[in-house]
């Protein structure tokens, strides 16, 4: 059954992918979403025998790699942090399969794109179930290529292609730190399953341990987009909507959360690297909500709020609260996939339009999918008992109840970054739906909701966006709960949710949801009520120059350019020269040519035309044989040895002279 939930969702990818000319596009929908929907029944079944039963499952097929100092293995570990992550994983998956049967119902390549979105869910699956760090690996570079196909789906625009591309080499600077890992892991392990590392890690040298632990997070900060790997997620708002909800809410970017979380045995080891989690978390979380402010792309600003979320569960991550981690990986997923299908919805019926400043009045037109993206922006601001708040509050109280400075920098920032995330979604909430109409008239009266394939996706993501945080968190996040049994590990004396329960102040935990409520305020208030002030504020000199600074993401992609990519265009220019067709040719082709010339002409001095010159070299290789062979026979047995040497040297100086000897004959 275990591996049936991996099964499915390849063969409904082969069948579209492979077979779709033949089943057309409707066999092509009702494969995939069939596949999909048994292997979410599987999930939710192993969820309970494995999650809420305690049981986990191994399951073993071959040996990969066989020899002498290295064994890997193709085994699968279903445990309960595989099976917590297969719930949002498939139930999203799955959701958008049906989303998407209509969102894209008049593209004519809807078997290649229900094919990649398939496999995506494949290798999804594959990363978080492998049982050791190689397979992991496999499913990592799956979702790589994938996604990449994925966002450039629109092969024939220019845009999507540089999205893609960019997508791809930022994760390569991510693959190559977390490919040194791994092999620093099998170097220092001679292992890389997990229960062999993790059982060792206790007896290995600190120093190896964080540099080990900070590779693997150089590969997490480039797949969940932590600065300065996060340049390519808005980007990839080039795909189509259904794209963006499952790469940015449910899979891709949760990868390398996933990779920190299941190595946490390892990091727990590392106080260095759980503090530099801590600051790139906490710093990402604030650099994302301050660049969604000044965004007037739809999905961009939901693009930089999972950014901003990312950067929460990265600092829980620091924080060695890898439970509350896991915990905000799945409440996130379903109401940042509610956001980005609502946000489609929006766009599909608003004649593809995208920028907020030419939207206004839809919830009059559009009274559902209003709700549904007012639930999901609530959950996101952590409003009290929707399914953000059992995860995100509680990363921020976390954060203070350390009593370190790594702690209190991730509380202020956390705090403000609430306030901020706020401000931004209730701008997006008032621009498109609650502000006067600033379209063109005929696109608002064609506007109007979608079908049920849209409709009934939308409805359960806000069921859950409603109250499974509510349903699940005593159970992943309640104090004494030990549902994550051994998947987890943190130290003992990181563990901090008692202080945060009963020993903080209470304007403490209060703050976020105090800075939440006046950042939606401000939103209202501002572009409501007194939309004169950002006009105002925007003219000023101290406004442009803020609006350059966040509209230029603090200048990131800029740094880049002009330094670090020029730098390395230039420097493989000069290598291309200088060795490549330089000194390479010079040693190599050129070289070994010629060295091959020279030595077929000295070989053919040796041909002299004389019949007297090929008897005596007859004779010499005659003799020179007979030394060779039978001298232990001419000899001693005790200066065996030592007469041997000598004829050798003298065979070898005859023959060596001999050329130059029979040109003078």
């Given at each position: 059954?275990?591996?049936s939930i991996?099964?499915f969702?390849l ?7 492979f ?9 092509s929908?009702?494969i ?5 929907s048994?292997?979410?029944l ?8 494995v ?22 293995s ?16 498939l ?10 049967t ?7 390549h809807?078997q ?11 290798f999804m699956?594959l ?11 496999i499913?990592?570079e799956g979702?790589g290529?994938?996604?990449?196909l994925?966002i450039?789906y629109y ?8 999205a893609?591309?960019l ?15 791994f ?7 001679g ?10 890690v206790p007896f290995?040298?600190e ?6 632990s900070l ?5 997490a900060m480039?797949k969940?987009?932590?600065?300065p ?21 449910a ?25 530099v ?6 710093s990402?979380?604030f650099?994302?909500?301050t ?5 007037n792309d739809?999905?961009?600003i939901?693009?930089f709020?999972?950014?901003?979320q ?9 924080l ?14 379903f109401f940042?996939?509610?956001?980005f299908?609502?946000?489609g919805?929006?766009i599909?019926?608003?004649a593809d ?7 206004g009045?839809?919830i ?14 609530l ?14 509050d509680?990363i921020?109280?976390l954060?203070?109840g350390q ?8 509380y202020?920032?956390?705090s403000?970054t ?16 609650l ?19 849209v409709v009934?996706?939308?409805?359960i993501?806000a069921?859950?966006?409603i109250?499974?945080?509510f349903v699940f ?9 030990d ?11 990181n ?6 329960e009963?020993?903080?102040p ?7 949801t ?25 003219d000023?000199?101290?406004?442009k120059?803020?609006y350059?600074?966040?509209?230029g ?8 350019n002009?330094?670090?990519?020029s730098?390395?265009l230039?420097?493989g220019?000069?290598?291309s020269?200088?060795l490549?067709?330089g000194?390479?040719e ?8 010629s060295?091959?010339?020279n ?11 004389v ?10 290789g ?16 005790y ?11 003298i065979s070898?100086?005859f ?5 130059s ?5």
């Amino acid at each position: 059954m275990y591996l049936s939930i991996l099964i499915f969702p390849l063969l409904g990818s082969f069948v579209s992918g492979f077979m779709g000319r033949k089943i057309g596009i409707t066999g092509s929908h009702i494969i995939t979403c069939t596949c999909l929907s048994i292997s979410s029944l599987l999930a939710t079944i192993a969820f309970y025998e494995v999650g809420i039963c305690g049981s986990p499952v191994s399951v073993y097929l071959f040996n990969w790699i066989d020899s002498e100092f290295m064994l890997i293995s193709w085994e699968f570990l279903f445990d309960q942090l595989t099976v917590s992550m297969f719930i949002p994983v498939l139930y999203i998956s799955t959701l958008i399969h049906i989303y998407t049967t209509s969102y894209l119902a008049e593209d004519p390549h809807n078997q290649r794109f229900f094919s990649y979105l398939s496999l995506f869910t494949f290798f999804m699956l594959l990363l978080v179930s492998g049982a050791n760090y190689f397979v992991m690996f496999i499913g990592w570079e799956g979702i790589g290529v994938v996604s990449y196909l994925l966002i450039n789906y629109y092969f024939t625009r220019i845009q999507a292609n540089k999205a893609a591309i960019l997508a791809l080499t930022m994760n390569r600077v991510g693959d190559m730190g977390l490919s040194i890992g791994f092999f620093a892991l099998f170097a220092l392990f001679g292992s890389v399953d997990y229960s062999t590392i993790f059982t060792l890690v206790p007896f290995m040298n600190e120093t190896a341990i964080t540099i080990i632990s900070l590779l693997l997070l150089i590969g997490a900060m480039a797949k969940s987009a932590q600065i300065p790997l996060h340049s390519w997620l808005p980007g990839s708002m080039e795909a189509p909507t259904p794209v963006s909800a499952l790469l940015h809410a449910a899979t891709l970017v949760t990868a390398g959360l996933y990779l920190l979380i299941r190595s946490s045995a390892i990091l727990e080891f590392s106080p260095t690297a759980l503090l530099v989690i801590t600051f790139i978390g906490a710093s990402t979380a604030f650099f994302a909500a301050t660049c969604g402010l000044v965004q007037n792309d739809l999905k961009r600003i939901i693009a930089f709020s999972t950014i901003s979320q990312l950067g929460y569960m990265v600092m829980a991550v620091g924080l060695s609260q890898y439970n509350v981690a896991l915990m905000h990986v799945v409440n996130h997923a379903f109401f940042k996939a509610l956001l980005f299908l609502g946000a489609g919805a929006v766009i599909h019926s608003f004649a593809d339009e995208q920028d907020i400043r030419k939207m206004g009045g839809l919830i009059k037109f559009l009274p559902f999918t209003y709700t549904t993206m007012l639930v999901g922006s609530l959950s996101l601001l952590a409003t009290p008992w929707l399914t953000g708040f059992y995860s995100k509050d509680l990363i921020i109280e976390l954060a203070y109840g350390q009593y370190s400075f790594s702690g209190l920098y991730a509380y202020l920032l956390g705090s403000l970054t609430a306030g901020l995330t706020a401000f931004y979604s209730f701008r997006l909430i008032s621009l498109v739906f609650l502000t006067v109409p600033n379209g063109i008239k005929n696109v608002y009266l064609n506007s109007h909701e979608s079908n049920f394939a849209v409709v009934i996706p939308l409805f359960i993501l806000a069921l859950f966006s409603i109250f499974f945080g509510f349903v699940f968190s005593d159970l992943f996040v309640g104090m004494g709960s030990d549902f994550f049994a051994n998947s987890i590990f943190i130290n003992p004396k990181n563990i901090s949710i008692i202080e945060a329960e009963f020993s903080l102040p209470l304007i403490i935990k209060l703050l976020p949801t105090l800075l939440s409520i006046l950042g939606a305020s401000s939103a209202i208030f501002l572009y409501h009520v007194y939309p004169d002030f950002i006009v105002n504020f925007t003219d000023s000199a101290l406004g442009k120059n803020l609006y350059t600074f966040l509209n230029g993401k603090y200048f990131f992609d800029v740094i880049y350019n002009y330094y670090f990519i020029s730098a390395g265009l230039l420097t493989g220019n000069t290598i291309s020269k200088v060795l490549d067709r330089g000194v390479i040719e010079l040693v190599g082709p050129y070289g070994l040519a010629s060295s091959l010339e020279n030595t077929a002409n000295n070989i053919a001095k040796l041909d002299t035309g004389v019949i007297t010159t090929y008897s005596l070299y007859i004779t010499i290789g005659i003799l020179s044989l007979v030394f060779l062979v039978f001298a232990p026979l001419l000899f001693d047995t005790y200066i065996i040895s030592e007469y041997r040497l000598i004829v050798i040297y003298i065979s070898a100086l005859f023959i060596c002279l001999f050329p130059s000897l029979s040109n003078k004959i």
